[in-house]
Each structure stands twice: as structure tokens, then as C-alpha cells.
């Protein structure tokens, strides 16, 4: 049996290491499925998620990390599917949160309160309020004012708030300047020189206790050289209030450890492991990372099918049925998935085509890929590395369905969201007395659409 993982541009070139896609007899494969037989049973576009990659990438974080006492809180916002939080719970993660929404998703997948960590820049008050009374584990404080707003909380309720302070250490990651967050003219975070007083207002507070600092210097962060600067300023951070009479007992080291879009793969680990152990290893903290587009990226896909093939300018443009809805990184951030025709022949694999969703918008626009079979109506191609923050971050623009996901486990897969319908969208919308009233929603307009596909 001819078998060989496959990147885009040399289809054999590249073999990354926890690729889940691999071709058998020059089809492609997720797993023991085929990717057809799911295409097949489930209508495109969809996204797809590999159970052993998200099983192998976490054991793979957990085998570098655990050595050194570190304990892994997966990001939420890169995939928030209660059946992927619940693979990852199974494992023994514990899930860093940024919304009341995923909180409960946590909740929900099982995750006990007590490995939970709530981020996030703008928490309302509704939010603490409930995230104190299930019991989090820690509350990551971004701002003097947010302090203030989780003291009143926890008075009200009278209950004790377990933070941290989530420190702006001033440190660039050199990523995409709309993932940095560690910078000083950047949203996150409370600056580094305003800590020590905030923290000792904090820790004479009776409503809170005070467990420690947390830092998250940005997302897709290749070069790991950053996380050594902004983790020994936490470091000489911890120390520095320690010398004040101030404990710190945990440090939050955040997320932020990118992937090889190009390779469907991880970043070696061993070397981020080792900047954690030298910079912060021995400063007697409990030690977490906030992990999300790592775990849980290069296991995942979107597939989908072209609609249509058209002359533009000097190259052929392929329209297909994902859009920049589905997946919304290369309008965003101008990144690039690699693209996988679902059959591997290299003979005929050298045409070139850029391919467009169908949203009316010009930056609805995935790149322009070479190695693909000629394409024509039908044939359907998967985007990979796209299990972080795809469906997450979909949206239902132009009145497009949310896609569903698919989980695969071995020889078996499982839709585990069905997609969201213009019918689910519209139950939502109501009119008004004074408005003329409308027509019933057309109760077979699934059908309808279906019917076609
Ligand atoms: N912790 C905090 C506080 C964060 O804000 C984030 C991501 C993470 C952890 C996880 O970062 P990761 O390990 O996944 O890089 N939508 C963008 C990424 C936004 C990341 C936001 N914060 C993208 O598609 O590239």
C-alpha cells in the first residue's frame, strides 16, 4: 500500500511529524477514513478533526513540560467544540477561558472549575460574578480598573477571588502585529511598572487572594527568542516583589507557540521547554501554559467543494464552497493554508489555480497554490492547519451556514456540530407589530438547499 503524508507544494516532500492527513493508494485519508466517505455523508464545507493528533500533540506538550512542573490550561477560543474541550479534559488539560460563553463550554466538556483560568481583557461583571460562584481557579486581572470591578463582585457575593495580574511586559514577539499583545501600546495586560503597587492593593484586599502573575506576549510566535525576554522579566518581576514581602505562588506563562502552516506541524517543543526551564524552572511558582493553536491546529482541515473555474486576469481562479466566513485567517492575517486535492497523482498534480470563496468580498481570497490536479464543478480539495481557530472564529456572513464538524477517531468519524441553517437563524429574528407582517420561513428550505448539493 502506497503511503505518504503530504504538504502542499512538493506533495511528498514533506512529511510533518503529526499530520494527520496521509495518503493510502493515493487517496486522502484522515486517519483510518477517507476524507470522501465523510464528504460523502456530511455536505461540504466542513471542518474535520483528527482525535490522535490532538492526542499526540498533547502528550508531546505534556512529555516536554510536566518535568519541569508545568500544567497545560488549552485556549479555548482556538477550537471551542465541547467534543474536542471534552478529548482534551480526557487527557488532563485544563482550559484557559475569555468569555461567560466558554466557561461554559469548559463546564459542559467536563472540566472541573478548579482547572479553569479566566483571561480575557473586557469581563463583565455577570461573567466574574458566575465564574466566582462555580468555583475558577484563577482570574487573570488585566487592568486597575477590572481589579476594582472583581472586589465589588466578590463583596457582593461574599466570596474570595482567586488572581493574578496579567502583566504587559513590553516584550515584541514578532508575530502579525494584530496577534501581539505583549507590547506596551497594546490593549493587554497591566505595564510592568504598575504591578508592584497594584499587587500589594491586591493583597490587602480581603475580598482577593492574590495567587500570582500571568503573561501571554502574542499568537503564531515562530521565532521563540521573545518568550525568553518577556519569561526573565517575570522572573526578575516575581522576585522583586517577593524582596517587598509579597508572595507569588503561581505563574501563568500564557499561549502563543506557533505552527508550520506550510508543514501541517508543530514547532519543536524541547526548545520552548527549555527557555520555560531556564528563565522561570527554579523560582519555586506553579507554572501553567495557556496553549491553543498548537494542540489543536495541524489536526484539523476544512473541506470543501468547487463550484465553479473561471479566467482571471492570467490565471484560473477555482470558486469554492468555503468562504472567508469559514475561515476567516487569510482575509484577516493574510495567512496561508495549505490546500490538498483529495487524490495524489503527481502526474497531473502541476496546475496552478488561485482559489476564492463565494462572500462578496474581495479579501475572500485563500491564495494561489501550484501542484493541484485540474480542477472542475465537484471536485473537493481540504484546507489544513486549520483545527485553530477556524470554526471558532466562523461567522454566518452573506447568510452562509455555519459549517459542521467532524471528528475522527481511527476508522470512525462522528459529526460532533451540525451545521447552523438559515432556518436556525431566522427562528431568531422576530419582527414587529408595526412592521408588515412577513412570511413563515419556507419549512422545507433545507430540503431545498440540500436537495442540490
Ligand atoms: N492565552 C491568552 C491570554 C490568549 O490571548 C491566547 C490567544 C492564548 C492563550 C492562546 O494562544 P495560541 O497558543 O493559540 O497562540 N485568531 C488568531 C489568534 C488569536 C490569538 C488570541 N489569543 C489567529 O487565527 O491566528
Same mark, same amino acid.
Request: hydrophobic share 45%.
Given at each position: 500500500m502506497a503511503e505518504h503524508s503530504m504538504t502542499l507544494v512538493?506533495?511528498?516532500?514533506?512529511?510533518?511529524?503529526?499530520?494527520?492527513l496521509v495518503y493510502r493508494d493515493e487517496v486522502l485519508h484522515i486517519e483510518g477514513v477517507r476524507v470522501d466517505a465523510i464528504a460523502q455523508a456530511v455536505a461540504t464545507p466542513f471542518y474535520c478533526y483528527s482525535s490522535a493528533a490532538i492526542r499526540e500533540a498533547y502528550g508531546t506538550l505534556s512529555r516536554a513540560l510536566s518535568p519541569i512542573g508545568v500544567s497545560v490550561c488549552f485556549?479555548?477560543?482556538?477550537?471551542?467544540?465541547v467534543s474536542v474541550l471534552g478529548l482534551l479534559a480526557e487527557l488532563g488539560s485544563g482550559m484557559d477561558i475569555v468569555s461567560g460563553g466558554e466557561l461554559e463550554r469548559a463546564l459542559a466538556a467536563?472540566?472541573?472549575?478548579?482547572?479553569i483560568i479566566f483571561s480575557g481583557v473586557g469581563k463583565k461583571r455577570a461573567e466574574i460574578a458566575r465564574a466566582l460562584e462555580v468555583g475558577i481557579h484563577q482570574i487573570n486581572v488585566e487592568s486597575a480598573a477590572e481589579l476594582d470591578v472583581v472586589i465589588s463582585v466578590a463583596a457582593a457575593l461574599d466570596l474570595r477571588a482567586p488572581v493574578a495580574l496579567r502583566v504587559n *511586559?513590553?516584550? @515584541?514577539?514578532?508575530?502579525h502585529s494584530k496577534i501581539s499583545?505583549?507590547?506596551?501600546? #497594546?490593549?493587554?495586560?497591566?505595564a510592568i511598572e504598575m504591578i508592584p503597587a497594584l499587587f500589594a492593593k491586591a493583597a490587602a484586599a *480581603?475580598?482577593? @487572594?492574590?495567587?500570582g502573575l500571568a503573561v501571554h506576549i502574542g499568537?503564531?510566535?515562530? #521565532?521563540?527568542t521573545p518568550y525568553r525576554e518577556a519569561y526573565s522579566r517575570m522572573a526578575d518581576l516575581v522576585a522583586s516583589l517577593r524582596s517587598r514581602g509579597l508572595p507569588v505562588h503561581r505563574l501563568d506563562l500564557g499561549?502563543?507557540?506557533?505552527?508550520l502552516y506550510d508543514q501541517n506541524a508543530g514547532r519543536e517543543i524541547g526548545e520552548y521547554a527549555e527557555i520555560v526551564r531556564e528563565t522561570?524552572?527554579?523560582?519555586g511558582c506553579e507554572l501553567t501554559v495557556e496553549p491553543g493553536r498548537w494542540l489543536v491546529g495541524p489536526g484539523g482541515v476544512l473541506v470543501t467543494e468547487v463550484l465553479y473555474v473561471k479566467e482571471t486576469g492570467d490565471r484560473l481562479t477555482a470558486i469554492v464552497d468555503a468562504g472567508m466566513n469559514d475561515l476567516m485567517r487569510p482575509a484577516l492575517y493574510g495567512a496561508v493554508h495549505p490546500v490538498l486535492p483529495l487524490r495524489h497523482d503527481r502526474q497531473v498534480n502541476s496546475h496552478i489555480y488561485q482559489i476564492a470563496g463565494?462572500?462578496?468580498?474581495?479579501?475572500d481570497v485563500f491564495g494561489t497554490y501550484a501542484a493541484l490536479p485540474p480542477l472542475q464543478l465537484g471536485d473537493r480539495l481540504v484546507f489544513g492547519c486549520?483545527?485553530?481557530?477556524g470554526a471558532s472564529m466562523a461567522s454566518t456572513y452573506n447568510s452562509r451556514d455555519l459549517a459542521a464538524e467532524v471528528l475522527v477517531d481511527g476508522d470512525r468519524f462522528r459529526v460532533i456540530r451540525r451545521r447552523q441553517t438559515i432556518e436556525a437563524m431566522l427562528a431568531l429574528e422576530e419582527g414587529s407589530e408595526w412592521q408588515i407582517p412577513r412570511a413563515?420561513?419556507?419549512?422545507?428550505v433545507e430540503r431545498v438547499f440540500r436537495q442540490t448539493a
Amino acid at each position: 500500500m502506497a503511503e505518504h503524508s503530504m504538504t502542499l507544494v512538493e506533495p511528498d516532500g514533506g512529511t510533518g511529524e503529526r499530520d494527520p492527513l496521509v495518503y493510502r493508494d493515493e487517496v486522502l485519508h484522515i486517519e483510518g477514513v477517507r476524507v470522501d466517505a465523510i464528504a460523502q455523508a456530511v455536505a461540504t464545507p466542513f471542518y474535520c478533526y483528527s482525535s490522535a493528533a490532538i492526542r499526540e500533540a498533547y502528550g508531546t506538550l505534556s512529555r516536554a513540560l510536566s518535568p519541569i512542573g508545568v500544567s497545560v490550561c488549552f485556549a479555548v477560543k482556538a477550537n471551542c467544540n465541547v467534543s474536542v474541550l471534552g478529548l482534551l479534559a480526557e487527557l488532563g488539560s485544563g482550559m484557559d477561558i475569555v468569555s461567560g460563553g466558554e466557561l461554559e463550554r469548559a463546564l459542559a466538556a467536563g472540566v472541573p472549575a478548579s482547572k479553569i483560568i479566566f483571561s480575557g481583557v473586557g469581563k463583565k461583571r455577570a461573567e466574574i460574578a458566575r465564574a466566582l460562584e462555580v468555583g475558577i481557579h484563577q482570574i487573570n486581572v488585566e487592568s486597575a480598573a477590572e481589579l476594582d470591578v472583581v472586589i465589588s463582585v466578590a463583596a457582593a457575593l461574599d466570596l474570595r477571588a482567586p488572581v493574578a495580574l496579567r502583566v504587559n *511586559p513590553d516584550v @515584541d514577539a514578532h508575530t502579525h502585529s494584530k496577534i501581539s499583545t505583549g507590547r506596551r501600546e #497594546d490593549k493587554f495586560g497591566i505595564a510592568i511598572e504598575m504591578i508592584p503597587a497594584l499587587f500589594a492593593k491586591a493583597a490587602a484586599a *480581603p475580598e482577593l @487572594d492574590v495567587v500570582g502573575l500571568a503573561v501571554h506576549i502574542g499568537s503564531q510566535i515562530l #521565532d521563540l527568542t521573545p518568550y525568553r525576554e518577556a519569561y526573565s522579566r517575570m522572573a526578575d518581576l516575581v522576585a522583586s516583589l517577593r524582596s517587598r514581602g509579597l508572595p507569588v505562588h503561581r505563574l501563568d506563562l500564557g499561549g502563543g507557540i506557533g505552527i508550520l502552516y506550510d508543514q501541517n506541524a508543530g514547532r519543536e517543543i524541547g526548545e520552548y521547554a527549555e527557555i520555560v526551564r531556564e528563565t522561570v524552572g527554579d523560582i519555586g511558582c506553579e507554572l501553567t501554559v495557556e496553549p491553543g493553536r498548537w494542540l489543536v491546529g495541524p489536526g484539523g482541515v476544512l473541506v470543501t467543494e468547487v463550484l465553479y473555474v473561471k479566467e482571471t486576469g492570467d490565471r484560473l481562479t477555482a470558486i469554492v464552497d468555503a468562504g472567508m466566513n469559514d475561515l476567516m485567517r487569510p482575509a484577516l492575517y493574510g495567512a496561508v493554508h495549505p490546500v490538498l486535492p483529495l487524490r495524489h497523482d503527481r502526474q497531473v498534480n502541476s496546475h496552478i489555480y488561485q482559489i476564492a470563496g463565494p462572500v462578496c468580498e474581495s479579501s475572500d481570497v485563500f491564495g494561489t497554490y501550484a501542484a493541484l490536479p485540474p480542477l472542475q464543478l465537484g471536485d473537493r480539495l481540504v484546507f489544513g492547519c486549520a483545527g485553530a481557530y477556524g470554526a471558532s472564529m466562523a461567522s454566518t456572513y452573506n447568510s452562509r451556514d455555519l459549517a459542521a464538524e467532524v471528528l475522527v477517531d481511527g476508522d470512525r468519524f462522528r459529526v460532533i456540530r451540525r451545521r447552523q441553517t438559515i432556518e436556525a437563524m431566522l427562528a431568531l429574528e422576530e419582527g414587529s407589530e408595526w412592521q408588515i407582517p412577513r412570511a413563515e420561513p419556507a419549512k422545507d428550505v433545507e430540503r431545498v438547499f440540500r436537495q442540490t448539493a
